[in-house]
């Protein structure tokens, strides 16, 4: 079998091409060096131009997308991975250059003009060769510029061209022009041409509002495409990576002339993909505008808080300009290339940045607020309309596309798993749950004989995610998984396949092998809620081996992550065990299956009991309380010395560890070989403890299981006096007479149900004690036929171990 390949560098046009400024009367001239090469490991690689040199490595060029990348958006050594959220120290840490990573400011106090130099500046020095033409500009006054003409505004450009550095006050001249400017050409027919051109002179300016000003000219023009849309694309990216200029943002119409010029891109296009590479970049800081920035930096200044609306939020305009809507159509045209074409270069770039922004996007809360609008009256449906549940069955497409590019197929998969988080999404991709389960494939297989498992860790987690949420609410998309033969021997098999590595393994992102196997055990646990699903794993090889190992291995590993892994077995396994009661299912052939393995872990399931802490213990009572319907069960726990084990459990303070251990216990008692043991245990007098404390907490379901083990425990006996004992049993009958008084309990109110159901079995014990006790008294011997004083032993169906089947959040 052959391993994933790594995804490809984006494939340029070689150094030195012609390129096109744009569409009027400039004439072709040499295309700078942007695009170099790195060797890593002998390996040569291709680079993409982008925004991160330094202004004095930017060479001469002829269009605004000629900025170049100190590196590649991706190579061999350089994983196609998201940028952390703000304050990833971690990540940052490790590769602190990354270009599509966001900048942040040392202090809420930085500001967003750069330190300048003094008076001695050459830039200004050559501005000042001119000072009565720029004396125009220099007047602080915007009237002189609306009455000049377009013309005149360019020439004051020019006089910048070349500009790095620049004082406050150059800032102020240059943006006032520039606003104008732009004022003119937004939504008019003028000449690109000769704008670009004066354009291009000042974006080596280090003023962010310079530069995203003369972003916000170029997306405004009409039909602006080509390289001077992925110009206009990365300087907005180079302004949004530093989240101190998000104020920029909020107060200009850029993030909405973003949105309309990708609209105009197609991301599979010979040229265009790069655009779209840095416009989805930009949207994705964009979205995660830290608003909290703002509000402490004006704290600071003024003393108060100011609290900015929802409609000033970045990702709020974004959604509501229709970004989602767009990326759909986009992911759309991609998956329709990708179904006939391998998916590769600038287009597998630009689907790995759209799904990120996407991921972004859906997990804002402000998003999160429109998506509940929509089921209010406050908000008109058709307005708050973002079509986001449609968007989960188009990325399920992409995640199968990239089936061979493991990192791009990673990011899909984790935009998925926030997805699955918003319940319209998740419900509409539960009809692709089994779809879902045949991405486990290549790791089922390719990886589980050629690979490591750090790299598949990512996905494998956040597919067990993405299947358990779905599983947790919808039970047709239970039934569907399980009758895909293909999905469920794709999860089993690589559910057995990290089950067998180190549980220490965890990859650079910090995924470990035991939070993958805690998301796919949490399958099989919400999946098994679904009756048939849950007989039918319950015989599946090689559930029960896999179940077991885990569970003898993490139960001796002391950390918080290991417990959660344990309770996450417990969980399943209860929910597993709840439909295997069935002595026949023993006889059957099912190698490696929970039925065929009970014996084992039932004695597992007693170490815990014994040794584990009190939240292990209480779920590993549940368990038991469903096996050990089975005599098979019962024996093994028996002679791993359980009944012991289980009569400390009851003398506990944890009131659920008595209530599991009680439902237990109802079973053990229905053999008769246990109750001897069990009164030597001082088992009695600690039963009837639980049951008056119980009662007197008004816990009607404990005192019921109380009263049920009496019954099975006096079930065989002709004299429940003598067996019980003579003082036992005028307590025990005592108490049951004052916990039946209905009148006195619930004071002439309709007594709940759960009391009703305890006042059944009570009676019957009550009466049985009472007619023994007449029987006893009486000089007259009767025998045991005059009455029936050999009932049936009570099952615990309804009260012991057979509690309401888990679903795993």
Same mark, same amino acid.
């Given at each position: 079998?052959?391993?994933?390949?790594?995804?490809?560098?984006?494939?340029?046009?070689? $150094?030195?091409?012609?390129?096109?400024?744009?569409?009027? @009367?400039?004439?072709?001239?040499?295309?700078?060096?942007?695009?170099?090469?790195?060797?890593?490991?002998?390996?040569?690689? !291709?680079?993409?131009?982008?925004?991160?040199?330094?202004?004095?490595?930017?060479?001469?060029?002829?269009? %605004?997308?000629?900025?170049?990348?100190?590196?590649?958006?991706?190579?061999?050594?350089?994983?196609?991975? #998201?940028?952390?959220?703000?304050?990833?120290?971690?990540?940052?840490?490790?590769?602190?250059?990354?270009?599509?990573?966001?900048?942040?400011?040392?202090?809420?106090?930085?500001?967003?003009?750069?330190?300048?130099?003094?008076?001695?500046?050459?830039?200004?020095?050559?501005?000042?060769?001119?000072?009565?033409?720029?004396?125009?500009?220099? +007047?602080?006054?915007?009237?002189?510029?609306?009455?000049?003409?377009?013309?005149?505004?360019?020439?004051? #450009?020019?006089?910048?061209?070349?500009?790095?550095?620049?004082?406050?006050?150059?800032?102020?001249?240059?943006?006032?022009?520039?606003?104008?400017?732009?004022?003119?050409?937004?939504?008019?027919?003028?000449?690109?041409?000769?704008?670009?051109?004066?354009?291009?002179? *000042?974006?080596?300016?280090?003023?962010?509002?310079?530069?995203?000003?003369?972003? =916000?000219?170029?997306?405004?023009? @009409?039909?602006?495409?080509?390289?001077?849309?992925?110009?206009?694309?990365?300087?907005?990216?180079?302004?949004?990576?530093?989240?101190?200029?998000?104020?920029?943002?909020?107060?200009?119409?850029?993030?909405?002339?973003?949105?309309?010029?990708?609209?105009?891109?197609?991301?599979?296009?010979?040229?265009?993909?790069?655009?779209?590479?840095?416009?989805?970049?930009?949207?994705?800081?964009?979205?995660?505008?830290?608003?909290?920035?703002?509000?402490?930096?004006?704290?600071?200044?003024?003393?108060?808080?100011?609290?900015?609306?929802?409609?000033?939020?970045?990702?709020?305009?974004?959604? =509501?300009?229709?970004?989602?809507?767009?990326?759909?159509?986009?992911?759309?045209?991609?998956?329709?290339?990708?179904?006939?074409?391998?998916?590769?270069?600038?287009?597998?770039?630009?689907?790995?940045?759209?799904?990120?922004?996407?991921?972004?996007?859906?997990?804002?809360?402000?998003?999160?607020?429109?998506?509940?609008?929509?089921?209010?009256?406050?908000?008109?449906?058709?307005?708050?309309?973002?079509?986001?549940?449609?968007?989960?069955?188009?990325?399920?497409?992409?995640?199968?596309?990239?089936?061979?590019?493991?990192?791009?197929?990673?990011?899909?998969?984790? !935009?998925?798993?926030?997805?699955?988080?918003?319940?319209?999404?998740?419900?509409?991709?539960?009809?692709?749950?089994?779809?879902?389960?045949?991405?486990?494939?290549?790791?089922?297989?390719?990886?589980?004989?050629?690979?490591?498992?750090?790299?598949?860790?990512?996905?494998?987690?956040?597919?067990?995610? /993405?299947?358990?949420?779905?599983?947790?609410?919808?039970?047709?998309?239970?039934?569907?998984?399980?009758?895909?033969?293909?999905?469920?021997?794709?999860?089993?098999?690589?559910?057995?396949?990290?089950?067998?590595?180190?549980?220490?393994?965890?990859?650079?992102?910090?995924?470990?092998?035991?939070?993958?196997?805690?998301?796919?055990?949490?399958?099989?646990?919400?999946?098994?809620?679904?009756?048939?699903?849950?007989?039918?794993?319950?015989? =599946?090889?090689? %559930?029960?081996?896999? *179940?077991?190992?885990?569970?003898?291995?993490?139960?001796?590993?002391?950390?918080?992550?290991?417990?959660?892994?344990?309770?996450?077995? *417990?969980?399943?396994?209860?929910?597993?065990?709840?439909?295997?009661?069935?002595?026949?299912?023993? @006889?059957?052939?099912?190698?490696?299956?929970?039925?065929?393995?009970?014996?084992?872990?039932?004695?597992?399931?007693?170490?815990?009991?014994?040794?584990?802490?009190?939240?292990?213990?209480?779920?590993?009572?549940?368990?038991?309380?469903?096996? $050990?319907?089975?005599? !098979?069960?019962?024996?093994?726990?028996?002679?791993?010395?359980?009944?012991?084990? #289980?009569?400390?459990?009851?003398?506990?303070?944890?009131?659920?560890?008595? $209530?599991?251990?009680?439902?237990?216990?109802?079973?053990?008692?229905?053999?008769?070989?246990? =109750?001897?043991?069990?009164?030597?245990?001082?088992?009695?007098?600690?039963?009837?403890? /639980?049951?008056?404390?119980?009662?007197?907490?008004?816990?009607?379901?404990? +005192?019921?299981?109380?009263?049920?083990?009496?019954?099975?425990?006096?079930?065989?006996?002709?004299?429940?006096?003598?067996?019980?004992?003579?003082?036992?049993?005028?307590?025990?009958?005592?108490?049951?007479?004052?916990?039946?008084?209905?009148?006195?309990?619930?004071?002439?109110?309709?007594?709940?149900?759960?009391?009703?159901?305890?006042?059944?079995?009570? !009676?019957?014990?009550?009466?049985?004690?009472?007619?023994?006790?007449?029987?006893?008294? +009486?000089?007259?011997? $009767?025998?045991?036929?005059?009455?029936?004083?050999?009932?049936?032993?009570?099952? @615990?169906?309804?009260?012991?171990?057979?509690?309401?089947?888990?679903?795993?959040?």
């Amino acid at each position: 079998m052959r391993a994933l390949p790594c995804l490809e560098p984006i494939n340029q046009s070689p $150094t030195g091409s012609e390129v096109q400024l744009n569409t009027n @009367n400039t004439t072709k001239v040499q295309r700078s060096s942007s695009i170099g090469t790195i060797h890593e490991s002998g390996l040569k690689t !291709t680079k993409l131009p982008a925004l991160l040199e330094p202004p004095n490595a930017i060479s001469s060029a002829t269009s %605004l997308d000629e900025l170049r990348d100190p590196m590649p958006l991706y190579n061999k050594a350089t994983s196609l991975s #998201l940028p952390p959220s703000r304050g990833g120290d971690e990540q940052k840490q490790q590769n602190p250059q990354h270009p599509l990573k966001r900048k942040q400011p040392v202090s809420f106090d930085e500001t967003v003009t750069p330190n300048v130099s003094g008076s001695n500046n050459k830039n200004d020095g050559m501005l000042n060769k001119d000072l009565s033409k720029n004396r125009l500009i220099r +007047s602080n006054d915007l009237n002189p510029l609306i009455q000049s003409s377009t013309d005149t505004l360019l020439d004051m #450009l020019k006089a910048y061209a070349g500009i790095k550095e620049c004082s406050d006050e150059t800032q102020v001249h240059l943006n006032m022009i520039l606003l104008e400017l732009y004022s003119r050409v937004k939504g008019t027919q003028c000449n690109r041409g000769a704008i670009l051109g004066v354009l291009y002179g *000042l974006v080596e300016c280090n003023s962010p509002k310079i530069l995203l000003a003369i972003a =916000r000219i170029v997306l405004s023009m @009409n039909n602006i495409s080509g390289s001077n849309l992925t110009g206009a694309c990365k300087l907005v990216f180079k302004v949004a990576r530093n989240e101190v200029n998000d104020s920029l943002f909020i107060d200009s119409d850029v993030p909405e002339l973003l949105v309309d010029a990708l609209g105009r891109v197609n991301p599979t296009a010979e040229g265009e993909p790069e655009a779209a590479i840095y416009g989805y970049g930009a949207i994705r800081f964009l979205a995660t505008a830290n608003l909290n920035t703002l509000s402490k930096k004006t704290e600071n200044v003024e003393g108060k808080t100011i609290k900015i609306s929802k409609q000033k939020s970045l990702a709020y305009r974004l959604v =509501r300009h229709g970004i989602i809507q767009l990326m759909i159509v986009h992911l759309q045209i991609i998956n329709e290339h990708g179904s006939t074409n391998k998916l590769c270069g600038q287009p597998l770039h630009a689907l790995y940045q759209l799904s990120g922004a996407l991921r972004v996007l859906s997990g804002s809360p402000v998003f999160a607020q429109i998506i509940n609008m929509k089921h209010s009256r406050a908000s008109s449906i058709d307005e708050e309309d973002t079509h986001l549940e449609i968007a989960g069955k188009h990325l399920v497409r992409a995640a199968e596309i990239c089936m061979d590019e493991i990192e791009v197929q990673t990011n899909i998969i984790r !935009t998925l798993s926030i997805l699955s988080e918003i319940e319209t999404c998740c419900e509409n991709m539960a009809v692709d749950a089994g779809r879902l389960g045949i991405l486990f494939g290549p790791i089922a297989y390719n990886y589980s004989s050629t690979c490591s498992p750090e790299k598949a860790l990512g996905v494998i987690s956040r597919l067990g995610y /993405i299947l358990g949420n779905i599983h947790a609410k919808y039970d047709e998309a239970r039934l569907d998984f399980f009758n895909n033969d293909a999905a469920m021997e794709y999860l089993l098999n690589t559910l057995e396949f990290f089950s067998n590595q180190r549980f220490d393994i965890k990859n650079t992102n910090g995924d470990t092998v035991m939070d993958a196997l805690i998301k796919l055990i949490r399958v099989i646990a919400n999946m098994s809620v679904n009756a048939e699903v849950g007989y039918g794993l319950g015989l =599946r090889h090689p %559930l029960g081996v896999v *179940l077991l190992n885990i569970l003898l291995e993490a139960k001796e590993i002391k950390t918080e992550e290991a417990l959660e892994l344990v309770l996450a077995t *417990l969980a399943a396994l209860h929910n597993l065990s709840y439909y295997q009661y069935s002595t026949e299912d023993i @006889n059957v052939n099912h190698p490696g299956s929970i039925i065929e393995r009970m014996r084992d872990i039932s004695a597992a399931l007693c170490q815990i009991l014994s040794t584990g802490p009190v939240t292990a213990k209480s779920e590993a009572a549940r368990v038991l309380g469903n096996l $050990t319907r089975n005599s !098979t069960a019962r024996q093994s726990f028996c002679t791993s010395n359980g009944l012991k084990i #289980l009569v400390k459990c009851l003398q506990s303070d944890d009131t659920e560890l008595v $209530t599991a251990s009680c439902g237990v216990l109802v079973n053990l008692l229905g053999d008769w070989e246990r =109750r001897a043991s069990f009164k030597e245990l001082n088992g009695i007098k600690i039963l009837r403890e /639980i049951l008056q404390s119980a009662a007197y907490n008004e816990d009607w379901l404990l +005192s019921g299981m109380c009263c049920q083990a009496f019954w099975n425990f006096l079930i065989d006996s002709s004299n429940v006096v003598e067996t019980l004992g003579e003082s036992e049993s005028d307590l025990l009958g005592g108490e049951l007479a004052e916990y039946l008084d209905e009148e006195r309990i619930f004071q002439g109110n309709p007594p709940d149900q759960i009391w009703e159901q305890f006042a059944q079995v009570a !009676t019957d014990l009550l009466e049985r004690l009472q007619s023994c006790m007449s029987i006893t008294n +009486s000089p007259i011997n $009767t025998s045991d036929d005059d009455e029936d004083l050999n009932p049936s032993p009570i099952k @615990n169906d309804s009260w012991g171990g057979n509690y309401e089947k888990w679903v795993q959040d």
